[in-house]
């Protein structure tokens, strides 16, 4: 059966573009908003520019539609294999092959029409953003750390910040770096814990099916690993109290996704991903309000 028979026609087909890039589904660009953002404030210590703030923002939707469509692209012979992907639209066959990768190339140059406004050094290191964008899906076929990779894509944000703020990329940028990648490791095990059992049926590869019955253990190792990262980023910059704060109300979050995740179940695994949309707002409000100006 021919699938391009299951395509609405003419505006219906705008809700099936939408959901394969996500923007119905808004926490995905959250948690890559989250760690940005705490790039911009720290690098201009609590004033970004308007330009170079609009440019990143508008760069974080951007990227992460290409980031789904290429992700889809990748899965559209497995995701119907997946309860909870199995009607995606390149899984249904209602978004063709050739129009998802025309998405991705368009999505794509807009960001490097982006990175463009900013300087030289940020569009080199957009590169290896890209680079890692359209590698991640395809690592889960090879590698159990697969987060490992996306970890790495959804934290390209922050050295590209303080390259456009700075012309440089400082100790404490790598250090946020480091902290957002296990932080990212730490919550998209969570999330592969939902899809574990068909991963295991299907052969695809994840942290959640590496870690097994130490995956709740490891989570949290990976959260205290991200706390200490941040300390160290907020002692050296020298951020006030309310980061600390911040860093505290973020550590509650962490123990509130421990008790979610503690009987491996499917909704109870995605409420502890969704929570860190949480944990990424506190820290962010930390760091801004650490440079909040004081006036008499």
Wanted: aromatic share 14%; with cysteine.
């Amino acid at each position: 059966m021919d699938r391009s028979v299951l395509r609405p026609t003419g505006w219906a087909r705008v809700a099936d573009f939408l959901h394969l890039m996500r923007l119905d589904r808004p926490i995905g660009t959250w948690l890559l908003m989250w760690p940005t953002l705490w790039a911009l404030w720290i690098a201009s210590e609590g004033v970004p520019g308007r330009n170079v703030l609009l440019i990143f923002i508008a760069g974080v939707y951007v990227m992460r539609a290409a980031g789904c469509v290429v992700n889809d692209y990748a899965d559209r012979h497995f995701d119907g294999h997946v309860k909870r992907t199995k009607h995606r639209p390149l899984a249904t066959g209602r978004i063709s092959e050739t129009e998802a990768q025309l998405l991705f190339i368009a999505l794509v140059a807009t960001a490097f029409i982006l990175v463009l406004l900013t300087n030289w050094f940020t569009v080199l290191l957009s590169i290896g953003g890209v680079v890692l964008a359209f590698i991640y899906p395809f690592m889960k076929r090879y590698t159990h750390f697969p987060q490992v990779v996306l970890g790495a894509a959804f934290s390209w944000a922050i050295p590209m910040a303080f390259g456009a703020v700075l012309g440089h990329v400082p100790f404490e940028a790598w250090l946020l770096f480091s902290a957002n990648v296990l932080w990212t490791v730490a919550y998209d095990t969570q999330y592969a814990m939902v899809d574990r059992d068909d991963d295991l049926k299907i052969g695809i590869k994840s942290t959640a099916v590496l870690f097994g019955s130490a995956d709740r253990l490891i989570i949290g190792v990976l959260q205290v690993a991200t706390l200490g990262l941040l300390a160290w980023v907020g002692w050296r910059v020298g951020l006030g109290s309310f980061f600390w704060l911040g860093l505290a109300a973020m550590a509650a979050t962490f123990v509130h996704q421990q008790r979610l995740i503690v009987d491996c179940e499917r909704d109870r695994c995605f409420q502890a991903f969704l929570n860190n949309h949480w944990s990424g707002l506190l820290i962010f409000a930390g760091i801004a309000l650490s440079w909040w100006p004081i006036t008499g």
